[in-house]
């Protein structure tokens, strides 16, 4: 274990987070905010103190595996959150530190899950905080810093393996640094597009702003109490469309860019994807239709919330917990789908879904016929043995983690929908649940220490698992 690696690295995460705490601290003095401005300063001074103390010594051996890379990426995301909590403690408007943690985690995983009854109160420094750190954990705090700084030499995918959602991380171009540059390049873009025609729509620029970082980011932190229902239907449309652009691979834009659109539009992983959309719509439409004064405005609605819920993004524009049951339902399905591999979307992966359906679809083949050999292929390409044995694994995991954190937050004694919800909604990273903690509710209702398994399952829905629980296994942080 290169220990001297891990906390270099973790010197220049929180480098960086002093850096990027400098725009809220910019949004507090342009809005006259004096006390949000000496949090934020005294967050950064507590950031540039401890990540100059931990660069100060440059290790000797900057090569690391995947092991560490796993544990650069845990402790990455837990300082992160730790530090980003800071200025919702110094203002006070935050005043419980579990809480502070809990929002900050919620932001930086892009869950959206939020402990506040009320977010209009919030100095708007603070509310730009929120919505930026879902820009932030959108890409991946570790992405963020491969653009910056050639850290690690050869170990850089390693990091990029362990922080990359999805079943595989697949290299743009041959460097990897190269390939991150590439992603934020395409990130940063879809978001200026959005601000642009947010702003087109006579969004004030502060709303467009945080609106699109909450986009991108796949994460539905709001500054409105009623989340997007105030807005516009054109702004609604807008946000609609960028949330399942940004459920997309990656993959799929940089495809674009070189021109190569045949191949971009038969990733067999996007066909499905828009056809679940397209299905989740119409069945929705079809159920909800009845309680909007148009079809078109049940349609409008029903787009807004599939896209909301499958890309993990987790804005609303209406309560669903009060629609019909089918409805809630079919949301509730697409809180554990989630978005592409390789987008800043949440859940369990469309590719995992679809690889799944395809063992299904293998052995009920080779129960009719033993002699025959199927294999199963996406894009023309065989899924390696070892790709199909990691999913498996994460699907056991998975199921392990659900089940054991419903039990544990089952001791607040709520009732089993809001507990269920919660957790599919934290775990996936997706944000509103039902019930108790629905799209007009919040998380306020849970005891410390449900909160904790809660800030626990958003951790391990962004990081998928895995970097997670290494950290409580004795042979990760052995030499040998």
């Known amino acids: 274990m290169n220990l001297s690696m891990i906390f270099y690295i973790l010197g220049w995460i929180l480098l960086c987070e002093c850096a990027l705490l400098a725009l809220p601290l910019l949004v507090a003095a342009l809005y006259l905010e004096h006390g949000a401005l000496l949090a934020f300063a005294a967050a950064m ?31 990455s995301w837990i300082v992160i959150s730790v530090m980003g909590a800071l200025p919702f403690l110094f203002t006070g ?31 708007r420094s603070l509310l730009f905080w929120r919505s930026f750190t879902h820009w932030i954990g959108g890409m991946g705090v570790l992405v963020f810093l491969l653009t910056l700084l050639p850290l690690t030499g ?24 190269s390939t ?15 601000i642009l025609l947010l702003l087109a729509g006579d969004m004030p620029l502060f709303d467009a702003v945080t609106v699109a970082f909450g986009t991108a980011g796949t994460g539905g932190f709001g500054i409105k109490n009623d989340s997007m229902a105030s807005y516009s239907p054109y702004l609604q449309n807008v946000v609609t469309v960028f949330m399942i652009l940004f459920g997309i691979n990656f993959n799929f834009y940089f495809l674009l860019l070189l021109r190569k659109f045949k191949r971009a ?47 993990t993004t987790g804005f609303a524009t209406a309560d669903f917990g009060q629609w019909p049951e089918v409805s809630r339902t079919v949301l509730v399905i697409l809180m554990f789908v989630g978005a592409c591999a390789g987008s800043t979307g949440g859940g369990f992966k469309v590719s995992r879904i679809i690889i799944l359906f395809k063992t299904v679809r293998k052995e009920l083949l080779h129960f009719l016929h033993p002699q025959g050999v199927a294999k199963i292929s996406m894009d023309g390409k065989m899924v390696p043995h ?27 004694n709520h009732d089993l929908v809001t507990n269920f919800t919660a957790v599919a909604a934290t775990l996936n990273n997706v944000g509103p649940g039902l019930e108790l903690v629905g799209p007009t509710q919040n998380f306020s209702i849970f005891s410390g220490g449900a909160k904790l398994v809660l800030i626990f399952d958003m951790l391990a829905g962004r990081l998928e698992l895995f970097p997670l629980l290494l950290l409580f296994r004795k042979e990760t942080w052995q030499r040998f």
């Open 154 to 177: 050869g170990s850089h995918v390693n990091l990029m393996k362990a922080e990359s959602p999805g079943p595989q991380v697949e290299k743009l171009v041959p460097k990897v640094q």
């Open 265 to 311: 539009l038969f990733l067999e992983e996007i066909r499905w994807y828009l056809l679940i959309i397209i299905a989740s719509i119409a069945v929705i439409t079809a159920n909800i239709h009845g309680l909007y004064e148009n079809i078109g405005q049940a349609i409008q609605q029903a787009a807004f919330q599939v896209g909301s819920i499958i890309t």
């Open 180 to 194: 991150a540059k590439i992603l934020y390049g395409i990130y940063i873009a879809l978001t200026v597009i959005q």
């Open 93 to 123: 408007a935050i005043k419980d530190p579990i809480d502070a943690l809990f929002e900050t985690v919620s932001g930086f995983t892009t869950t959206g899950a939020s402990i506040l009854p009320d977010v209009e109160i919030l100095p």
């Open 386 to 412: 070892e790709v199909m044995r990691s999913i498996n694994v994460f699907m056991v995991a998975y199921v392990l983690v659900f089940s054991l954190s419903v039990l544990l937050i089952g001791f607040d």
């Open 45 to 75: 001074g507590l950031c540039l103190l401890f990540g100059v103390l931990l660069v100060h010594r440059k290790p000797r051996n900057r090569v690391f595996y995947l092991r560490e890379g796993f544990v650069i990426t845990a402790l």
